[in-house]
């Protein structure tokens, strides 16, 4: 088994059909827990703790693993349950609640920020003789998520988790919406021909995660959709590429197969004789649902010159310079004079508290990064790259400026990957701080939902717990080939709830080092856990 470390939510639970499983974490025997006599380590009691959940917990695949669960009353700040709430565990994209929340605590639901197109040059008759220069400010869906009523929209199973997930879907919404917004900005500006060039200022920050680009100008989570759709058996699929977009085209080589058989498509690949040209191949059996994968750009701030240069064209602008071109961003002067130039079209992203419900309902890794960046930048540090922390140094003063006991976890990335570890108890510290805001109600909002959306939307569906139980899922998956099993590094849960005796509890619940014969057990250890969420809920 590959074990490339990625994180995600509920997200992993369908990588069946990956081709890669996630890298796990280490993990021991439970500690300083109370075991039955020859029970092989099995909890007997834990005070506070329901014996509905301990009989979850007890099952033989978490024998040799390791549970570790805070539960606080939120009103009183009574500690109900500590099962090695003050050992450190590795929480998967759980961590998406730190660095999410220390964007949150630092600027609060309402903040945006905007991207602005810049002229550079004189118009003349209509025509820029200059450029327009696009400036990145990280904004994570830069008006393509929008619905009708301002909120982000998303899928329970998101685009970013395509290739590796079978069921991801698309949202509705036109993911060039922001450009055109811009290029018609640009033409109401009196502009209607760019003699020159238009380049994307991408210099606000520069990361990385799992070796892919993290960067300031974001469309359409920088992927290139590709929505393959069953015909008859024996003939070709048919595909579609979103957003169609100059210079890229698909080649597809996907052919539908009787109903009932093996539906396996391969991720996008560049053509070797046109790196321009996707090819797709693959089997989709008739009948199926349309099956989505992506393509990742390396080259963002091209792919977003492109765009820009086409939506102009659709408002009525003409560009010199060839649309395919290579973003010259060696042609822009330095940052401090971009600043300066006269603004001709802006875009306002979606209030913070949007752009985290997004990051948070669905595990969007990149999102998470992209606000570790917008802080590192923002206190004057742009490279947030893996040498210089990944910007979590930022993050970590911002929560100790709340108030957190900092100490209480160790973090090298915004997303969740290996390497991460907390205390269930500091995160319950972090719920706790969180819901003290006046804001508490719109933070816990942005979580799953138990048996209701987002990473949680299939966990515990029929409990009664389901609807009141508001929680971020971190999983790490990996293989163990020595026994030909699979390993759950990680299985975690946290966040509040509203009890069936009206209590709001904060909590946290994390299970390291389970095992399964097949990847269908990654289902059963997420519902494990949110049947041990809901225990605890129906007995306050």
């Known amino acids: ?81 500590d099962l090695d709430g003050d050992k450190l565990a590795e929480p998967g994209s759980f961590v998406k609640t730190y660095s999410a929340g220390a964007a949150w605590v630092k600027w609060g639901p309402e903040h945006t920020v905007t991207t602005p197109v810049k002229q550079s040059g004189e118009v003349a008759g209509g025509t820029l003789t200059g450029d327009l220069i696009l400036v990145g400010q990280g904004d994570l869906t830069m008006g393509g998520r929008t619905k009708a009523d301002g909120t982000v929209d998303f899928t329970n199973l998101d685009h970013n988790d395509a290739n590796p997930l079978p069921g991801a879907t698309l949202t509705p919404e036109d993911p060039l919406t922001g450009l055109d917004d811009l290029a018609a900005q640009v033409r109401a500006s009196g502009i209607t021909a760019v003699q020159g060039d238009v380049v994307v200022d991408d210099r606000l920050f520069s990361g990385e995660l799992q070796g892919k680009p993290v960067t300031p100008t974001v469309i359409n989570q920088n992927l290139l959709d590709v929505l393959i759709t069953p015909g008859t058996a024996g003939e070709p699929a048919t595909a579609a590429l979103t957003p169609a977009v100059a210079p890229w085209k698909l080649d597809n080589q996907v052919q539908t197969v009787a109903a009932g058989e093996k539906t396996a498509i391969t991720a996008p690949k560049p053509s070797p004789g046109d790196p321009n040209t996707l090819v797709i191949t693959g089997t989709i059996a008739e009948g199926d649902d349309p099956s989505l994968k992506v393509y990742e750009f390396e080259d963002t701030a091209s792919f977003a010159r492109t765009a820009l240069i086409e939506a102009l064209g659709r408002a009525g602008v003409t560009v010199s310079a060839s649309p395919v071109a290579a973003n010259a961003a060696g042609s822009l002067p330095d940052s401090a004079a971009v600043a300066a130039l006269p603004a001709v079209a802006e875009l306002e992203s979606l209030p913070l508290g949007e752009e985290i419900t997004y990051v948070m309902k669905i595990s969007y890794n990149r999102g998470a990064q992209t606000l570790m960046c917008r802080l590192s930048a923002d206190a004057g540090e742009p490279d947030c790259g893996p040498e210089n922390g990944m910007g979590m140094g930022v993050a970590g003063e911002s929560w100790a400026d709340a108030g957190l006991d900092v100490l209480g976890a160790s973090l090298i990335d915004g997303s969740g990957l290996e390497g991460n570890y907390i205390t269930p108890a500091n995160a319950v510290q972090i719920q706790s ?37 508001f929680a971020k899922t971190g999983t790490l998956v990996g293989g163990d080939d020595f026994n030909g099993r699979v390993r759950i590094g990680t299985k975690t849960l946290g966040g509040v709830m509203e009890t069936e005796g009206g209590r709001n509890l904060a909590f946290t619940i994390i299970v390291n080092q389970a095992f399964y014969p097949a990847m269908s057990g990654v289902f059963e250890a997420n519902d494990d856990v949110g049947a041990v969420a809901a225990a605890i809920q129906q007995a306050y």
């Open 433 to 469: 701080i969180l819901a003290a805001r006046p804001d508490a109600e719109r933070w816990r909002d942005t979580m799953p939902i138990l048996g209701v959306d987002g990473s949680l939307a299939a966990v515990q569906t029929d409990s009664p717990a389901a609807g009141k139980v």
């Open 1 to 81: 088994m590959s074990r490339a470390a990625v994180a995600r939510g509920l997200s992993v639970l369908a990588v069946a059909a990956a081709t890669a499983l996630v890298a796990g974490c280490t993990g021991g025997a439970p500690v300083g827990t109370t075991s039955t006599p020859g029970s092989g380590g099995a909890l007997s009691s834990v005070p506070g703790l329901p014996d509905a959940a301990l009989e979850v917990m007890n099952q033989p695949q978490y024998a040799s693993g390791r549970w570790a669960i805070s539960v606080a009353d939120l009103d009183t700040g009574e500690t109900l349950i």
